[in-house]
């Protein structure tokens, strides 16, 4: 299967690839749909990265020509997450992240700023996308953003708390590195300080697991150029 075979309207680029990938384009597609997103004048970029410590993000680069909106968005979701909570990143992420691709949008051609993010337009606009979604600032999910923290470069650290919750990864900077060096850094939940692990032997399964996953994702994007973006 190659990206080039699968067409989605509404979407002009993507790099979709696997089947909850294919699913998570056509939901997007979908919605997109239902509030007549005007795909001819604006371009819908759609990729899987899996680089990405949030969910999704966005980008709108849109002007206006006769009062009309012309140019390109682009989301990108985190493809690891649709692997470990598919439901939530159907039902919340991509209504929460295409509202503020559409209030990106109005705002251009209604002429106004957008002063906070989350406000009561993105709210008004995530409920006409998807009725069931929450509209909040911080969606709710099972997202373990750990792994991709670590293949990032991140620290892993680990507290008292014991079992899959004593651990976590932390950027690698100077900053960090002081703060562990001097027990710092604490533990919200056990109050222990956290501490630097050493090689990834003691790594929970499931991190362990998404880890594997990453580096396999890279070997085959690597392998295939056109899917690297
Ligand atoms: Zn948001
Ligand atoms: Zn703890």
Request: with cysteine; proline share 5%; glycine share 4%.
């Amino acid at each position: 299967m190659t990206t080039e075979n699968l067409k989605f309207p509404l979407i002009t680029q993507h790099n979709a690839e696997y089947p909850r990938e294919v699913q998570a384009a056509k939901e997007v597609s979908r919605l997109l749909t239902k509030v007549e997103f005007p795909s001819q004048d604006v371009w819908v970029d759609l990729r899987f990265d899996y680089a990405l410590v949030e969910h999704s993000s966005s980008n709108v680069d849109v002007m206006l020509i006769r009062g009309q909106p012309h140019g390109i968005v682009r989301i990108n979701l985190q493809a690891l997450y649709l692997m470990q909570d598919f439901e939530s990143m159907l039902m919340e992420v991509i209504p929460h992240e295409l509202a503020h691709v559409l209030h990106g949008v109005k705002a251009k051609v209604d002429g106004f700023t957008i002063e906070k993010v989350h406000d009561d337009i993105w709210q008004h606009l995530v409920f006409k996308l998807q009725p069931d979604a929450e509209p909040l600032p911080k969606v709710k999910g099972e997202f373990d953003d750990r792994a991709v923290r670590l293949s990032k470069g991140g620290i892993l650290i680990q507290c008292e708390c014991g079992e899959d919750e004593s651990f976590a990864v932390i950027a690698n900077t100077a900053g960090n590195s002081a703060k562990l060096r001097t027990e710092d850094h604490k533990c919200g939940t056990c109050k222990f300080p956290y501490h630097r692990v050493d090689g990834q032997t003691l790594l929970p399964q499931r991190i362990k697991d998404d880890l594997a996953f990453l580096e396999r994702i890279q070997c085959i994007k690597f392998q295939h150029p056109h899917l690297q973006r």
